[in-house]
């Protein structure tokens, strides 16, 4: 049935911002499993419905349920913690530390899943520790970023950067991975190492949402895609009805 199949629903979403409506009465079913693309022009809400998700905005009206509990008027962590993670149109990572430091961030938010409780709950440091840089280190792998592991993460070139920023968003082990625009600023090798690595965030049977202005990104890795225009919902569908459609191109892709 619908709920079974869909990991998200927000449901006639508006938010507000003084007398701008940045969304406007936006429905997003996500279904399990799926890339799901969110795309259109700058300022059309994309980042305010990424951020409605991730409860960093308390939406003006409507309600949000993942796994069928609602979860709008959570707070971040509280919605983080039941496997919404996510990365920022903006990296942000701590410069300072090294990569591996940025992954173990990630994972001392996790306490989900059993084997983090019970280490936990042993009250061993030491175990705790080899387990969650072991952890680590399959995550960097995972991201292709082994060789870098020891490196300060401002010291890494830019799209390695997004890469870590990914790596951390793993760590809290989602179900849900939010991307904000990860192909921005990266050059054409790197978005294809990008595209590679969510088609394999994919196939570990995490579910994505995709803001990305890269057509060609969206095309190859999105099952379905949305498409907003002055916080509203235009167009959805298969990315190559996206492309077809008369609206979108209007709006967006015309230009
Ligand atoms: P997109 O990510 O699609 O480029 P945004 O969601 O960032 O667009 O912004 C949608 C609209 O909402 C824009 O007009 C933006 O200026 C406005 N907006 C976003 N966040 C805020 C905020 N915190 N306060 C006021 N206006 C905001
Ligand atoms: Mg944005």
Known sequence: NQ??????????????????????????????????????????????????????????????????????GKTPSAIALSGIARTFQNVQLFGEMTATENILVGLHHTFGSSLWDILVASRSDRLYEVAARQRAASILRFVGLDDLADEEARNLPYGKQRLLEIGRALALNPGLLLLDEPAAGLTA????????????????????????????????????????????????????????????????LGG
Do not use: W
């Not at 969510?198 to 949402?209: D, P």
């Not at 949305?226 to 009805?241: N, R, W, Y």
């Open 3 to 72: 709920t079974g199949r869909n990991i998200l629903n927000a449901d006639q979403i508006v938010m507000q911002f003084g007398g701008l409506k940045a969304l406007n009465r936006v429905d997003l079913l996500i279904e399990k499993g799926t890339v799901h693309g969110l795309i259109g022009p700058n300022g059309s809400g994309k980042s305010t419905m990424m951020n409605v998700l991730t409860g960093i905005y308390l939406p003006t009206d409507g309600k949000v349920t993942y796994g069928g509990a609602l979860i709008s």
């Open 189 to 252: 090798p790197d978005i294809k190492e990008l595209t590679q690595i969510i088609k394999k965030i994919k196939e570990s049977g995490v579910t994505i949402i995709l803001i990305e202005h890269h057509m060609d990104v969206v095309m190859s890795v999105c099952d379905i895609v949305t498409v907003l225009d002055f916080g509203q919902k235009i167009a959805e569908g298969s990315p190559a009805e996206i492309q077809q459609d008369a609206r979108v191109i209007e709006a967006y």
